[in-house]
């Protein structure tokens, strides 16, 4: 079994840095510590609505980090064009509505064809590697290949999300012929979405599955597991004061 890649995504310290409208803290420092911890790459989603990653958080993590940049934005033609601008390593095209609080399902590529295959081929013009958000679905999978794309995300939010034993499995189980499917095809498989602690290893143990992109569950173990410190640190200062 070759290493299983992790990706890092970054977007939720871009979240409570922008909840006070201030400059902390930096998602760009968040990469380069997840870098230096072991992550093999740092993911961020560009939002129409900006709501955590900003246009300079995307330019400056791409010329500041030292692994690769997956950049996530929708088929809108100012995202394709702000990309193929700033060049990360890689794209995955995401569906994208206002309201969602996150990334709900697939990109339908089927119904998006002619959009999808024109995005695949301006982001490959500009040396990007392109790859597709898609559900576990055989049909969605046949419509990444013919884009041309050289990779798919494999969107494990169902599985993430389904709590009951069985009907779990059934996702796990369409995940994994979703994957052999696609490596048969030449497709390179990523996976993520919901991914934990507790719920990792089943997708982890996909051997055919080259990275895995992980956000929410590391910022929130980072949150919980440093507050210990961060309450001392600050008690410290006070103590300090009126000595
Ligand atoms: N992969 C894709 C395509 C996503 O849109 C997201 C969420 O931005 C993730 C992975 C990471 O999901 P999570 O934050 O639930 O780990």
Do not use: W
């Given at each position: 079994?070759?290493n299983?890649?992790?990706?890092?995504?970054?977007?939720?310290?871009?979240?409570?840095?922008?909840?006070?409208?201030?400059?902390?803290?930096?998602?760009?420092?968040?990469?380069?510590?997840?870098?230096?911890?072991?992550?093999?790459s740092?993911?961020?989603?560009?939002?129409?609505?900006?709501?955590h990653?900003?246009?300079?958080?995307?330019?400056?993590?791409?010329?500041?980090?030292?692994?690769?940049?997956?950049?996530?934005?929708?088929?809108?033609?100012?995202?394709?064009?702000?990309?193929?601008?700033?060049?990360?390593?890689?794209?995955?095209?995401?569906?994208?509505?206002?309201?969602?609080?996150t990334?709900?399902?697939?990109?339908?590529?089927?119904?998006?064809?002619?959009?999808?295959?024109?995005?695949?081929?301006?982001?490959?013009?500009?040396?990007?590697?392109?790859?597709?958000?898609?559900?576990?679905?055989?049909?969605?999978?046949?419509?990444?290949?013919?884009?041309?794309?050289?990779?798919?995300?494999?969107?494990?939010?169902?599985?993430?999300?389904?709590?009951?034993?069985?009907?779990?499995?059934?996702?796990l189980?369409?995940?994994?012929?979703?994957?052999?499917?696609?490596?048969?095809?030449?497709?390179?498989?990523?996976?993520?979405?919901?991914?934990?602690?507790?719920?990792?290893?089943?997708?982890?143990?996909?051997?055919e599955?080259?990275?895995?992109?992980?956000?929410?569950?590391?910022?929130?173990?980072?949150?919980?597991?440093?507050?210990?410190?961060?309450?001392k640190?600050?008690?410290?200062?006070?103590?300090?004061?009126h000595?």
């Amino acid at each position: 079994m070759t290493n299983l890649m992790l990706g890092v995504n970054v977007d939720h310290i871009g979240t409570v840095r922008n909840a006070r409208g201030i400059n902390y803290p930096d998602p760009l420092l968040a990469a380069l510590i997840a870098e230096q911890s072991g992550a093999d790459s740092i993911t961020v989603h560009l939002r129409k609505d900006r709501r955590h990653i900003t246009d300079r958080d995307v330019i400056i993590i791409n010329k500041t980090i030292q692994t690769r940049m997956n950049l996530e934005i929708s088929i809108n033609k100012d995202m394709i064009a702000f990309a193929c601008e700033v060049k990360p390593y890689s794209c995955c095209l995401v569906p994208e509505k206002r309201q969602e609080i996150t990334t709900e399902g697939g990109l339908d590529i089927i119904s998006n064809k002619n959009i999808v295959d024109r995005s695949v081929k301006c982001l490959q013009d500009a040396g990007i590697i392109v790859s597709l958000f898609v559900n576990a679905d055989i049909k969605q999978i046949e419509a990444a290949i013919n884009s041309g794309a050289q990779y798919i995300e494999i969107h494990t939010g169902i599985y993430s999300s389904t709590t009951e034993s069985l009907l779990r499995d059934k996702e796990l189980n369409r995940i994994k012929q979703s994957v052999k499917f696609s490596v048969n095809n030449g497709l390179k498989v990523n996976a993520g979405h919901g991914l934990n602690y507790h719920n990792v290893i089943p997708i982890a143990s996909i051997p055919e599955i080259y990275e895995l992109n992980i956000g929410h569950s590391i910022i929130s173990y980072a949150l919980i597991n440093g507050l210990e410190n961060a309450v001392k640190n600050m008690k410290q200062l006070l103590r300090e004061v009126h000595r």
